[in-house]
C-alpha cells in the first residue's frame, strides 16, 4: 500500500494523446524493503470499449486456486468429456497445477485462440511456459532454467503434479496428461487419460499431435529469447521448416546434406585418386632406363650363373680319368706283391711254427696264473669266514654281560615293590583325618557373596562419584562463561556482542566459531557489520541504521565461492544453524563514484552520503553498498524544503535519502511515461544497534546472581565428593581383607584335599604295585632262559671257527704246489721266445722288402678311393644340376663339354663377366619390382576413377531428383512467409522481406531476413550490428507471427518477447499479435508479458488470463472478482 506523510503523493496514468480509447488506472505495485511482509501485486487493466468482448480469467496460484465465474463457464469439465469449443486438435484446454514453483494449487483455462498472460513480475507467468514444457514430457534443459526436474517442486513440497487436458479429435474425449514431479529423486510418474502410463507413451503423443517444444519457432520461453535472437540463418531455416513445412520438407533437406557431403566426398576422392595417377605415371617414365640396364645385368648374371654350372661337369671329367689311371697302378702293384710272397714262403713258414709254439706255452702260462689267482680268492673266504665267527662270538659275549646285568636290577626292584606294598598297608591302618569338600565349598561362597556385595557397593559409590564430578565440572565451566560475561559488560566489544545475542543467537554462536577457524578459510571472513563497522559521526546514527535492515546488519560476509561454500556447510549443515545470513563479495572495495556531487548535495539539502559516515573493514562497506546500497542513499539532520524536494524529482539523480525524522524512497517507472513516479515515506525509528546507551543493570545483577548460586552449588557438590571418596576407600580396605581370606581357606583346603586324594588312591596303588612286583619275578625268570640260549649259542660257534682253520691250513698247500708249476711254464715261454727272436734277426731283410710291397699296395688302393670319391661328388653335383628344371634348356651344353675346356678356363671367363657386371651399377637394385607393382597400381587407380565416376553420376542424379522436389516447395513456404512479413512491416510504416539464401552447400541455405525502419534507407539485412534491440524484437516477433497461419503445431507460446521494445513499437506489435492470432481457424496462441499498456487493441476471440497472487489475496477466493472490479473501475472513471 501506498505510504502517506506530510507531503503524500500518488502519481496515476495519464491517458496516451494518440489513443482514442479510454485508458484504465492502475496503481504502482510496491515492493518495500521488509523480508517478512510481502504484499499484494494485482490489477490488470484492460480497454473499457472492449472489455464487455474479452474474455477475462483469473487465477490464484498462492493458497488455493481462485477463477471467476466466466472463467468456469469457459472451462471444460475436468474428466475430458468433449469440448463444444473452438479448440484445433491437440491444443491446451486447461493445465492445473499442484506444489509446482510459486504455486501451491492453480487452473489455466486458455481460449482456442490468442491467451494473453499478464501479471506483476514473480507472480509465476513464466511457470505456466514451465509447467506445459514439463507436462508434455519435454527435459527442463528447453526452458533455460533448471537441469533437475526436482527444482521446479514448490520449496518444502516433496512433489509437484502437473496436468494438461489437449484437445482430442471430433466427438471423442479430449487427452489427459498427469505427470507427478518427486523432488527427492528427481523422477516423473505418468498417467494417460487416467491409465499409469510411462514417458515414451507421452512423447509419441506429443509427436502425433505435431507439438514440438523443442522448436524456438512454435516454444519460446523467456530464458530462450536471446537464444532465438542468436540462431543462424541456418539454424532459423531447419526451425521454420520443423514449425511451418511438412515433415517430408525437413526430411529431403537433410536428405540433400547428406547427398552433397556424399558428393563433396566423392569429388575429394577422385581428384586425390587422379593426382595419384598422375604421380605413378610419371614415376613409371623415370624407372625405364634403369629397368634396361637391370635387364642386362640380369643376363650377364644368367651367364655367370651358366659358367658356374658347367665347373662339376669338367671337375667330373678329369676325376674320371684320373680315376683310371689309378685303377692300372693298383693292378701293376698287386701282381708284383704276389710274385715275392711265393718267393719267401718257404722261409717264412719255418718261422711261423717257432712263433705257434711260443703261442702255446704262453697259454699254458696264462692258465697257471688263472688256477693260482682262484685259490688265492679261496684263501680269503677262509680268512672272512673266520673273521665272521670271532666277530659273531663277541656279540653273544656282550649279550651275556647285559642279561646278568638285568637280572640284578630286577632283583633290585622286586625288593622295592615289597617293601612299597608293605608301607602302603601300614599307612591303609592309620588314618585319622576325614576331608569333607562341601562344607570348605560352602566358606569359599559365603566370602565371595560378601566380596561381590562390597563390589556392587563400590560400583554405585563410583557412579555417583562421576556424575557428581561431571555436575561439578558443568557447574564450573557455567560459573567461567558467567563471569566472561560478567567482564563483557565493561568492554565496548562485549556489549556488541550481547547486542548480536539478542539480535540473532545464530549468528553470535556463528561468529564466535568462524574467530576459533579463521585460519582454515583462503580469505579472512569478516562478522556482521553490527560487531565490525562503527559510526564516524554519532549524529547520524539513527539515519544510516534507518537504511540497514536487521538481516543486512547481522550478515557473515566472504570473499571467495570455496570460502562460501565451506562456511554454509559448516553452519547450515554441521551445525544446524538457521538465523544466518551469509553473502560472497566478489568485488570487496566500496564504489567510488556517486549519483550527486557535492554542489547538487548542498542544493538537495543533503548533508552526505550514508556509506561516508560508517568506518569499518572495506569488503564489509562493500556488502551494504550492494545490499542497502549506501552510497546511492544521501542523509540530512534537517528536512528537505519543498523546493529541494520538487527538484529532487524533476532532475531524477536521486532516489533514496533520509532526515532525522523520515525516509524518503523515489519509485519511477518510465515504461509507463514521466509522469509514473510514487514516493514513499516512512518514520525513522530510534538507533538500536551502534548506540552507547548503556546495558540494562538488572542484566547485570542477573548474572552476579547466577554466578553466587553457581558457586553455592559446587560448594556443596565438593563436599559431596569428599563424602564419596572416604566411602569408597573404606569399602576397598574392606573388600581386600576378604580377598586374604578367602585366599587362606583355599590353600588350607587344598592340602586336605591333596591328602584326602592320596588315601583314596592307596587300595589301586598297592594293587599296581602287586601286579609290577608278578611281572618284575617273571622277567627274571625270562632272563635266566635267556642266558643258558646264549652259552649254547656261543660253545657251537666257537666248534665252526675251529672246523674252519683245519680247512684253511689244507689250501695254503694247495697254493704253494701251483706256484711251482707256474714258474715251469714260464721258463719254458722265455726259451721258445729266443729262438723265435734269433730267427727273425736272420729273415729281417726279407720280410722288409715284402712289407715295403705291401705298402705300395695300400697306398695306391688309397689314392684310388679318394679320386672315386671326388668323381662320385662331381657326379652328384652334376645330376642335381640336371634335375633342376630351370637348367632343362642347358642340359646338352653342361652334358657335353669340351675337352679342351678346363676349370681354370671357366673360372677365367666368369671374371670376365663379373667385371662387365661391375661397368652396370644401378641406384634402384629393386627398380624391376617396383615398376610392375607401380604397373598394377596405375591398373588398379584407373579401375577406381572409373568407378566413382558412376557413383558421383549416381549421386548428382539422385540431388537434382530431390531438389527439384524440395525447393519449389520450400521456396512457396518462404514466400508465403515473406508476404506475411512484408504485410506486417507495411502496417507499422515500414518494409521488410525473407528470403532464402541458397548455396552450393545445403548446410550453407539459411533464411535472408530484411528490414527498413527509416524512410531514407534501403532494406538491410537484420543482425545485431545494423539494428538496435528494440528494432530485432520487434523483427523477432512479426517473423513468428508470419508463421503463425502456417504452423502444424496446435498451439504456441512467446513468454515476454516485448521485453527492450518501446511503447509505440509495443503497442504496434500488439496490434498484428491481436489481428492475426484471432483470426479464424489459426492456431492457439500463448503471449506472456507483465506489462500492459493503455489503449490496446482486443478481439473478442481473445482470452485475458490475469495472475493475482500474495499473501494479501482473500482466502475466501470467491470474494475476489474481477469483473465486479472492473465495473467499479468504470464507474470511477465516468
Not at 519511477?668 to 518514520?683: H, L
Not at 506489462?1091 to 478481439?1099: A, F, N
Request: charge should be neutral; charged fraction near 30%.
Amino acid at each position: 500500500m501506498l505510504s502517506s506523510s506530510r507531503r503524500k503523493r500518488e502519481t496515476l496514468l495519464e491517458n496516451n494523446n494518440d489513443d482514442t480509447e479510454t485508458s484504465l488506472l492502475n496503481s504502482t505495485p510496491f515492493t518495500p524493503f521488509s523480508n517478512n511482509n510481502k504484499r499484494a501485486k494485482t490489477q490488470i487493466s484492460n480497454p473499457d470499449s472492449q472489455i464487455s468482448n474479452t474474455q477475462v480469467s483469473l487465477n490464484l496460484g498462492r493458497n488455493s486456486p481462485l477463477r471467476n465465474e466466466a472463467m468456469v463457464a469457459d472451462a471444460s469439465d475436468d474428466d475430458g468429456l468433449v469440448n463444444s469449443c473452438e479448440f484445433q486438435h491437440g491444443a491446451i484446454v486447461w493445465v492445473k497445477l499442484e506444489n509446482f514453483v510459486t504455486y501451491q494449487r492453480a487452473e489455466f483455462y486458455p481460449g482456442p485462440s490468442l491467451n494473453m498472460i499478464i501479471g506483476p513480475n514473480g507472480t509465476g507467468k513464466s511457470s505456466l511456459v514451465c509447467a506445459i514444457c514439463l507436462g508434455l514430457g519435454s527435459s527442463p534443459v528447453q526452458l533455460g532454467r533448471a537441469t533437475q526436474v526436482g527444482e521446479f517442486v514448490k520449496h518444502n513440497m516433496p512433489e509437484a503434479v502437473i496436468e494438461i487436458a489437449l484437445q482430442g479429435p471430433r466427438n471423442k474425449n479430449n487427452y489427459i496428461i498427469r505427470s507427478q514431479i518427486i523432488r527427492e529423486d528427481n523422477s516423473r510418474q505418468w498417467w494417460l487419460n487416467g491409465k499409469r502410463s510411462s514417458l515414451k507413451a507421452v512423447k509419441s503423443l506429443v509427436e502425433k499431435l505435431s507439438i514440438q517444444i523443442d522448436n524456438l519457432c512454435q516454444f519460446l520461453p523467456q530464458e530462450k529469447v536471446a537464444e532465438f535472437s542468436a540462431l543462424s540463418p541456418s539454424e532459423l531455416l531447419l526451425q521454420t521448416q520443423r514449425a511451418a513445412a511438412p515433415p517430408e520438407i525437413l526430411e529431403k533437406h537433410e536428405e540433400l546434406k547428406k547427398l552433397r557431403k556424399a558428393e563433396v566426398a566423392l569429388e575429394t576422392h577422385n581428384e586425390a585418386t587422379k593426382q595419384e595417377l598422375k604421380i605413378h605415371e610419371t614415376r613409371q617414365q623415370n624407372l625405364e632406363a634403369q629397368v634396361q640396364k637391370l635387364q642386362e645385368r640380369i643376363k650377364i648374371q644368367e651367364n655367370i650363373s651358366l659358367l658356374k654350372k658347367k665347373i662339376p661337369f669338367v671337375e667330373y671329367q678329369l676325376a674320371l680319368s684320373k680315376y683310371n689311371a689309378a685303377k692300372a697302378r693298383k693292378q701293376n702293384a698287386h701282381k708284383i706283391y704276389g710274385e715275392m710272397e711265393s718267393r719267401i714262403a718257404p722261409t717264412l713258414l719255418s718261422m711261423e711254427q717257432k712263433k705257434d709254439y711260443v703261442n702255446q706255452v704262453d697259454s699254458i702260462v696264462r692258465q697257471r696264473k688263472v688256477n693260482l689267482l682262484a685259490l688265492e680268492r679261496d684263501c680269503v673266504d677262509f680268512i672272512s669266514t673266520h673273521e665272521k665267527l670271532t666277530e659273531e662270538i663277541s656279540l653273544i659275549e656282550v649279550k651275556l654281560a647285559s642279561e646278568i646285568d638285568q637280572e640284578k636290577k630286577l632283583k633290585i626292584k622286586i625288593g622295592n615293590c615289597q617293601k612299597n606294598i608293605n608301607n602302603w598297608q601300614k599307612q591303609g591302618e592309620n588314618r585319622t583325618l576325614v576331608f569333607n569338600a562341601s562344607e570348605w565349598n560352602q566358606r569359599v561362597r559365603a566370602k565371595e557373596q560378601e566380596s561381590r556385595e562390597l563390589r556392587s557397593q563400590l560400583v554405585e559409590l563410583k557412579t555417583s562419584l562421576d556424575e557428581l564430578f561431571a555436575r561439578g565440572r558443568a557447574t564450573k565451566q557455567n560459573i567461567d562463561e558467567a563471569n566472561q560475561e560478567l567482564r563483557q559488560f565493561d568492554s565496548r566489544e562485549g556489549q556488541l556482542m550481547n547486542r548480536l545475542e539478542q539480535q540473532s543467537r545464530d549468528t553470535a554462536a556463528a561468529w564466535k566459531w568462524i574467530q576459533e577457524h579463521q585460519k582454515e578459510f583462503e580469505k579472512e571472513v569478516y562478522g556482521p557489520p553490527l560487531l565490525t563497522c562503527s559510526m564516524k559521526n554519532s549524529r547520524y546514527t539513527r539515519e544510516v541504521e534507518s537504511l540497514i535492515g536487521r538481516n543486512d546488519m547481522i550478515t557473515l560476509s566472504v570473499q571467495t565461492k570455496a570460502d562460501f561454500k565451506r562456511l554454509s556447510d559448516q553452519l547450515n549443515g554441521t551445525m544446524r544453524l538457521t538465523d544466518i545470513t551469509i553473502k560472497q563479495v566478489d568485488y570487496p572495495v566500496v564504489p567510488a563514484g556517486r549519483p550527486l556531487s557535492t554542489q547538487d548535495m548542498k542544493r538537495y539539502g543533503m548533508e552526505g552520503w550514508a556509506i561516508d559516515q560508517i568506518d569499518g573493514p572495506e569488503a564489509v562497506l562493500a556488502m551494504l553498498c550492494d545490499s542497502a546500497r549506501l552510497d546511492r542513499s544521501a542523509i540530512a539532520l534537517d528536512d528537505v524544503t519543498e523546493d529541494n524536494y520538487q527538484t529532487i524529482l524533476r532532475e531524477e539523480k536521486l532516489n533514496v535519502w533520509v532526515t532525522k525524522t523520515q525516509k524518503f524512497i523515489v519509485t519511477r517507472r518510465k515504461e509507463y511515461g514521466p509522469s509514473a513516479v510514487s514516493t514513499i515515506t516512512r518514520p525513522v525509528p530510534r538507533e538500536q544497534f551502534w548506540t552507547d546507551q548503556p546495558i540494562d543493570a538488572s542484566a547485570r545483577a542477573e548474572i552476579e546472581q547466577r554466578i553466587e548460586s553457581l558457586q553455592s552449588e559446587f560448594t556443596l557438590l565438593k563436599q559431596q565428593n569428599e563424602s564419596l571418596k572416604s566411602s569408597i576407600n573404606n569399602l576397598k580396605e574392606q573388600e581386600l581383607s576378604i580377598q586374604d581370606e578367602i585366599k587362606s581357606i583355599l590353600v588350607e583346603k587344598a592340602k586336605l584335599q591333596e591328602a584326602d586324594k592320596e588315601f583314596r588312591s592307596l587300595p589301586e596303588r598297592i594293587k599296581q604295585e602287586e601286579v609290577n612286583l608278578q611281572k618284575a619275578r617273571e622277567k627274571l625268570f625270562d632272563h635266566r632262559d635267556a642266558n643258558k640260549g646264549l652259552n649254547n649259542q656261543h660253545d657251537n660257534v666257537a666248534i665252526q671257527r675251529a672246523i674252519n682253520a683245519v680247512a684253511y691250513n689244507e689250501h695254503i698247500s694247495k697254493i704253494r704246489v701251483a706256484h711251482e708249476e707256474l714258474f715251469e711254464a714260464q721258463i719254458r715261454f722265455i726259451e721258445a721266445e729266443s729262438d723265435v727272436t734269433n730267427l727273425a734277426d736272420i729273415n729281417r731283410s726279407i720280410v722288409r722288402q715284402r712289407d715295403e710291397e705291401l705298402q705300395k699296395v695300400r697306398d695306391i688302393d688309397e689314392e684310388a678311393k679318394k679320386i672315386k670319391a671326388i668323381a662320385s661328388r662331381a657326379l652328384a653335383t652334376c645330376k642335381t644340376i640336371l634335375a633342376d628344371p630351370e637348367n632343362e634348356p642347358h642340359t646338352e651344353q653342361l652334358a657335353h663339354q669340351d675337352e679342351s675346356t678346363t676349370v681354370e678356363t671357366l673360372e677365367m671367363e666368369i671374371a670376365a663377366e663379373e667385371s662387365k657386371l661391375e661397368f652396370l651399377v644401378t641406384d634402384n637394385p629393386n627398380a624391376i619390382e617396383q615398376f610392375e607393382a607401380r604397373q598394377e597400381k596405375v591398373q588398379n587407380l584407373n579401375s577406381l576413377i572409373e568407378e566413382n565416376d558412376k557413383k558421383l553420376q549416381k549421386v548428382r542424379q539422385k540431388i537434382t531428383k530431390v531438389r527439384c522436389e524440395w525447393e519449389p516447395t520450400l521456396d512457396s513456404l518462404i514466400q508465403t512467409i515473406s508476404n506475411a512479413f512484408s504485410y506486417n512491416f507495411e502496417q507499422i510504416g515500414c518494409a521488410g522481406e525473407v528470403s532464402i539464401h541458397k548455396d552450393d552447400d545445403f548446410e550453407n541455405w539459411a533464411i535472408q531476413i530484411k528490414v527498413k525502419f527509416r524512410e531514407n534507407e534501403t532494406l538491410q539485412i537484420l543482425d545485431q550490428h545494423r539494428q538496435s534491440g528494440g528494432e530485432r524484437s520487434v523483427s523477432t516477433i512479426f517473423y513468428l507471427m508470419a508463421l503463425q497461419s502456417l504452423a502444424t503445431s496446435p498451439f504456441r507460446v512467446v513468454d515476454e518477447i516485448n521485453q527492450g521494445m518501446d511503447p509505440r513499437n509495443e503497442r504496434m506489435v500488439h496490434e498484428r499479435i491481436v489481428r492475426i492470432a484471432c483470426k479464424e481457424y489459426t492456431s492457439q496462441y500463448f503471449l506472456i508479458t507483465p506489462k500492459l499498456l493503455t489503449g490496446l487493441r482486443y478481439d473478442p476471440r481473445m482470452k485475458v488470463l490475469c495472475i493475482v497472487s500474495g499473501t494479501h489475496v482473500p482466502e475466501d477466493d470467491t470474494k475476489l472478482n474481477v469483473h465486479k472490479i472492473i465495473e467499479i473501475k468504470k464507474r470511477i472513471l465516468a
